[in-house]
């Protein structure tokens, strides 16, 4: 029993299954001999890899029930019906009792530098987040010597950018993970070039003005003051001297000489003085290398590409390949790649060593490589994503190319409808797709109020019967996903609506609203009031009613009287007040609140679901609405232009709109990237039409659509999904009055129904954390536990419910048979498991050899359920380990504890 292929590349059209055919590729290879620990499965996100866990255990467990996933296998390794059958257990057993190395390419490289952090002195238990750029930049400032802060001076003169720009060039640079060698330049090479050019630009200008005949325009044309105005001209943009409409008449033999010697000169200076500029970077960005290497050992503190540059680092020249297998336990005989379009150079040269290895013809082991990918969904190229390494690896390995064609996720009118939309584009050269899902519906809506028009959508769809939960719309920015949020809310407020989005929360509304009041009480200028009374949807010009003194008490104190003096709390609030707990006094916290990078939350599970295009990549909807842009693409505002060949830089440019007319070399660059950025916007909007599987509606506008596809298309029928639970249908008015019984005293537990259950949920999510936050179980451990939760989870719960909390435990703490049952045992808090497709959460285990405790925390009265979900616990924790395993249920209360067994 062999694999057919030892090199096998997917590449295929979204919805044709291509996570399906790499979950058939890891069954093939343990059905092959392989171990679980010797094959490396690496994806792009943390729900990626949940699902890859999810689908093989899946596939692994009902292995002989689907027929195609068995065909599959047998496309790929020689083996029967029987064969497999006979090995199913054992392959059960061998998946469910060894750890995996099913992860985010993220989190493997994270695990080896752990590993080997030593070697360049960072800290193993470093930790992962954004650094402040201002914040750095000023501290690296204040370490350079004369000369370098003169160097950096002369950069930004030179260059035209200040320092910020600068900095963030260091970043693009950081990011693209490549070494910049230049032979060094002087600024003396420049000058000469400079003066160069002046000469010849003056000549061309004596010429013109030599001629009687010459018009005002010509001679205007010639006529400089500055170095500057000579290229302000369009004359220059030319490549003959007679090209240009007013010098036609003067143009010969002479003219042309001029001409070509100021083209020649003029394309000497460009490339000099950005060859200058480039070495004069390249110097200036060591010492900013070097400073902050010594940030990261200092702190403590590393970003995501500051983690892939050191890896790549160890592999390339610190450690050797049989070192690593050696310090991570595992020789990987296997990879498999998931997404590979999106993989970038860098990752993709941190891999290369362990890729060479496997596939190399010296080994005739039992060792293979595996990648799936769609290059029409690459869409990550900004930050570094390569789709030419599909081909280039191809190639490179002679894999053996698989094409797959049949589409598993959407109707036929949709494919034949996006089918249509790519087939002239560009990179988009591809069979077409079919499907055994008949139907489907398609609408393109041309209009110039996108926001309303969707409102409408909505109406119409949830009056079919268009169940609201299976309906997603894709916005290209996170600005526009809460633009649509805000409107929906507003004119549909039975609506739920639930977000997925990375828009900053000092944006959402009423943190934005608050800010804007607390800088007009600490600046007093005129704008924030009326800043804040425009968010809130109140009349300009008018007199604050709060009355408040910002300069007594901490910024979270301020923030929740507003908060509450205006109604202004939900989710969001929360969460900003228990992040700006980091601000001393309102003078840091209004000069430091822009740099808050937290995102917002919304915890509506269902419902409509929003989403930017790029969030929206591998996930699937029934209904998909795809929303153009609401405003004009933003230009683009990187300042390098770099050239790759395959894997390697080409070239390296700060751009110049000038150089376009001088240099060749960067004409054909700039093409280059223009065209990538092109097929880049394509992919996205690939990717966001590729999502529906029933109905298909796009909105564009009717000028400078980033759409710009056919034009009030409709096809098909809208499809509407069985749904055993019926919309509640709209009403035509709706009317809402707002109703002032004044101010009340509010009893420090709700009584109704819905408030009370929120107030037991608040309460046992508390009671759970700060279980969970003690070390050990004693008083010591529960003091500082306590402390930490009134901290977090300080909303909602008064003074009073933290006593009870701390009584709750402290009686637990006091409970000889509960600490007669985790004595001397290894304790595991808050245990994640994955069992029958599902992931659940057990608060405590206790582990002592061959014997495994569940303890599962409930602080209300006991239940049915209770039983039933505890021995859910136990039956997985069986299967799992096959340990013997013990479980209880530990009723919590101010009274006593209560410790149930389960059976």
């Known amino acids: 029993m062999r694999l057919k292929n030892k090199v096998v590349s997917v590449e295929a059209s979204a919805g044709t299954g291509k996570t ?33 866990k999810q689908k093989i255990s899946h596939f692994i467990d009902s292995l002989g029930d689907d027929k195609k996933f068995l065909q ?96 963030n060039i260091f970043k693009l640079i950081q990011e693209s993970s490549q070494e910049l060698n230049f032979a060094p330049t002087q600024i003396s090479s420049v000058d000469i070039a400079k003066k160069d050019v002046i000469q010849k630009a003056q000549a061309i200008s004596k010429f013109v003005c030599s001629f009687d005949t010459a018009s005002n325009s010509a001679i205007k044309a010639v006529s400089f003051d500055s170095f500057d105005d000579i290229f302000k001209s369009s004359w220059i943009q030319k490549d ?66 500051d983690v892939t540059n050191m890896v790549y680092e160890l592999l390339n020249k610190k450690i050797t390949n049989d070192f690593l297998y050696y310090r991570l336990d595992n020789k990987y005989s296997h990879i498999l790649l998931d997404e590979f379009q999106d993989i970038s150079i860098v990752q993709y040269n941190v891999l290369k060593p362990l890729i060479d290895e496997i596939t190399s013809q010296e080994f005739e082991s039992f060792r293979s490589f595996f990648y799936v990918g769609d290059i029409k969904q690459s869409i990550y190229r900004f930050r570094g994503g390569e789709a030419g390494l599909f081909k280039h690896l191809e190639k490179r390995y002679n ?9 598993f996720r959407t109707a036929t009118n949709i494919i034949n409808f996006v089918y249509d939309v790519f087939k002239e584009k560009p990179n988009y050269n591809m069979p077409k797709p079919t499907s055994n899902i008949s139907g489907g519906f398609v609408e393109v809506i041309d209009t110039n109020d996108i926001s309303n028009s969707i409102i409408h959508k909505i109406k119409d769809m949830q009056k079919e019967g268009v169940n609201m939960n299976d309906i997603a719309i894709l916005a290209y920015k996170n600005d526009d996903i809460l633009s649509i949020y ?8 039975f609506i739920k609506v639930s977000t997925d989005t990375t828009s900053r929360l000092i944006n959402s509304p009423k943190p934005k609203a608050v800010i804007n009041l607390i800088k007009y009480l600490y600046y007093d200028e005129t704008i924030y009031k009326e800043n804040f009374h425009a968010i809130l949807g109140e009349r300009a010009n008018q007199t604050l009613k709060i009355k408040i003194d910002i300069k007594n008490g901490s910024p979270t104190q301020i923030v929740d009287k507003i908060a509450k003096f205006y109604n202004l709390f939900d989710e969001n609030m929360v969460k900003f007040i228990e992040q700006i707990k980091v601000y001393e006094n309102i003078t840091d916290f209004v000069f430091n609140i822009n740099q808050l990078d937290s995102s917002i939350t919304n915890k ?17 909807f029934g209904t998909v609405f795809v929303v153009d842009r609401f405003t004009k693409k933003p ?18 440019y700060i751009k110049d709109p000038l150089l376009n007319y001088f240099d060749q070399d960067y004409k054909e660059a700039t093409e280059q990237e223009k065209n990538l950025k092109t097929i880049d916007e394509l992919n996205v909007l690939y990717v966001a039409l590729t999502r529906a599987k029933h109905n298909l509606v796009v909105f564009q506008k009717l000028q400078n ?20 639970n019926k919309q509640e249908k709209i009403e035509k008015n709706i009317s809402y009055k707002n109703i002032d019984y004044g101010r009340q005293n509010m009893s420090k537990k709700p009584t109704d129904t819905a408030a009370s259950s929120l107030y037991l949920l608040n309460f046992g999510i508390a009671t759970h954390y700060c279980l969970e936050m003690m070390n050990k179980f004693d008083k010591s451990s529960l003091d500082k536990a306590i402390k930490l939760t009134m901290s977090i989870h300080n909303h909602g719960l008064s003074e009073n419910d933290f006593d009870n909390m701390h009584r709750m435990c402290h009686l637990l703490i006091l409970n000889q048979e509960f600490q007669d049952k985790i004595k001397g045992k290894i304790l595991s808090k808050e245990q994640a498991i994955l069992y029958n497709r599902e992931v659940s959460v057990i608060d405590l285990l206790a582990t002592e050899d061959n014997h495994i405790t569940i303890f599962d925390y409930k602080t209300g009265k006991p239940q049915t359920k209770d039983k039933t979900q505890i021995s859910n616990y136990k039956k997985a924790m069986k299967d799992i380990t096959n340990k013997n395993i013990s479980a209880y249920i530990l009723y919590l209360s101010t009274s006593g504890v209560d410790i149930l067994e389960v059976d």
């Open 20 to 52: 399906y055919n790499l979950s058939a590729r890891y069954v093939a290879l343990l059905l092959c001999g392989a171990k679980v620990d010797e094959i490396l499965c690496l994806t792009f996100t943390n729900k990626s890899a949940n699902d890859m």
């Open 72 to 167: 599959t296998i047998q496309s790929q390794i020689d083996i029967s019906l029987s064969q497999i059958d006979e090995k199913k257990q054992q392959l059960k057993t061998n998946f469910l009792n060894t750890t995996n190395s099913i992860m985010t390419i993220d989190k493997f490289l994270n695990l080896v530098l752990k590993q080997f952090s030593w070697y360049l002195d960072i800290n193993e238990n470093y930790e992962i987040g954004k650094n402040d750029i201002d914040k750095i930049g000023f501290e690296f400032l204040k370490t350079l010597d004369k000369k370098q802060f003169a160097d950096i001076l002369q950069l930004c003169n030179k260059s035209s950018k200040n320092f910020e720009a600068i900095l």
């Open 240 to 305: 003959y001297f007679k090209e240009f409409s007013y010098f036609k008449k003067l143009s010969n033999d002479h003219a042309e000489v001029l001409f070509s010697q100021f083209k020649h000169s003029s394309a000497i200076y460009f490339k000099t003085k950005n060859h200058y500029l480039l070495t004069k970077l390249n110097s200036v960005y060591k010492v900013w290398q070097n400073f902050t290497i010594q940030n990261m050992i200092k702190t403590n503190k590393l970003e995501f590409v």
């Open 399 to 407: 894999s053996k190319k698989i094409q797959l064609k049949e589409n």
């Open 486 to 493: 805000e409107n929906i809310k507003k004119q549909l407020p």
């Open 604 to 620: 509506i599970s269902n419902g409509i679901t929003l989403l930017t295009m790029f969030k929206a990549k591998g996930l699937e």
């Open 635 to 652: 230009n683009d505002t990187n300042p390098l232009l770099l050239q790759y060949e395959n894997t390697k830089l080409k070239r390296v």
């Open 705 to 724: 659509s980033s759409i710009n596809i056919k034009q009030n298309t409709k096809i098909g029928e809208l499809h509407v999904c069985d749904t055993s």
